[in-house]
Structure formats: C-alpha cells, structure tokens
C-alpha cells in the first residue's frame, strides 16, 4: 500500500477544503444539505461550490489552532495526492482555552443560518451533558474525518482514527466524536462506545467516546 500519514501544513489547506467538500458533499451528506439547502445554491455554478471558500477558511482556522493537529493521508503512487484526512481537537491543559483565529462568517446567502444555530446548540448540549460545564476541554475530539470516495476500503480511515486514538490512550485521556450513519460502523469496529443517539433533523447521529482506560484494539 502507497499510504502514508503526514502532517497538514498550510498550503495544504486548499486540498483539504476540496477534500472535504467531495466527502461531505451536500447530495450525499444530509448534514451538509440542511445547513446549505439546494434553494439557496447559486444556479451558475455546481452544487456544493459555494461553501468551498467558507470550508478553506475554516481547516485554516483550525490549522492555525494550537491545540488542534490536522493529519493527512497521502498516495504516494499518485504523487502524494492527499486522498484522506483528519482533524483531532486535543485538549486543554489549562483554565485559558488557546487564542484561535475566530470561526470564518458563513456565506449567508447560500446557508439557512437557523438550522446551523440549531446544530451548534444540539452539539453543544451533547458535549455539557458527556463531560459536563467543561465540554470537550478534557477529551481529544475528533472534530472531522473524511477519505475520498473512490479510495475508500483502504484502511485510510482506520490510520487517521488510530492515530488520534494512540495519542489519547498514552495521555490517558478520552476520545469523542459525533458519528454520521456512514461512519458508525468504523468507529464501534475499534471500541468506542456510543453515548446517545441524537436525531439531527430528521436522521439519528450517535454521539461516541472511546475509553482511555479501555483495551485497544490498536
């Protein structure tokens, strides 16, 4: 296999907006496809387009995040395209959260602003009611993880989890992520435990930890 795991650096980050616009695109991805609604697409351009610039800034944000690490899986045999990658949030050693670069504005006129309140609150409530007032502070979370479809079935996925679960496990701390439909099945495949379903207009999510303390299967 020609996959090797790096880290992202920042002219990367055009790749890796691509990246996930493809994976989670919003005719494939139901999430996507409530927070940018198909009536509020620009007709001169392809569906999903209008949100690319939005994802750049944002996995820039995050690269530029100290506590955050974006890993990427690159084909070596396709001069290194990057094929795969994740962003795992860790956590916060102190009482002061890390100065990040503010979340870029969403595209207003392509995105319905109230499902996207609504889905910031349902998961702000999830992570108050997994670890209490301080949230994600003291987990590694693993904010998103995405391979390109037609390299799937490679065992992309399972390097860039596995990583993150490696690094958590050593530090004794806790793993948590919200899994899609799509990616449920990965996830419980390599112990993480699902917390509670949670119903995200209209299709059921599950809100998942991996235990520290528990045996990997690493």
């Not at 690319?52 to 506590?67: D, E, G, I, V």
């Not at 045999?77 to 990057?82: F, P």
Request: hydrophobic content about 40%.
């Amino acid at each position: 296999m020609a996959i090797q795991i790096r880290d992202a650096t920042e002219e990367d980050m055009p790749a890796v907006a691509r990246l996930a616009g493809v994976t989670f695109h919003p005719t494939t991805d139901w999430i996507t496809r409530q927070v940018f609604p198909l009536h509020l697409q620009p007709k001169n351009i392809p569906d999903g387009d209008a949100s690319l610039p939005w994802r750049q800034l944002r996995k820039t944000a995050s690269f530029n995040t100290s506590n955050c690490t974006i890993k990427l899986a690159i084909d070596t045999a396709l001069n290194d395209q990057i094929v795969g990658f994740a962003v795992w949030e860790q956590p916060v050693e102190d009482e002061k959260p890390p100065i990040a670069p503010a979340d870029p504005e969403l595209p207003s006129d392509v995105t319905d602003m109230k499902i996207f309140e609504e889905l910031k609150s349902i998961l702000k409530e999830d992570h108050k009611a997994s670890f209490g007032d301080r949230g994600l502070k003291d987990v590694w979370h693993l904010d998103m993880i995405a391979v390109d479809p037609p390299h799937q079935r490679r065992g992309i996925g399972k390097a860039l989890l596995t990583w993150g679960m490696r690094q958590a496990t050593k530090a004794g701390r806790d793993c948590y992520l919200m899994a899609t439909p799509q990616g449920r099945p990965l996830y419980e495949a390599f112990g993480w435990e699902i917390v509670r379903p949670l119903n995200m207009f209209g299709v059921m999510h599950h809100s998942m930890i991996y235990r520290a303390n528990k045996e990997a299967l690493l």
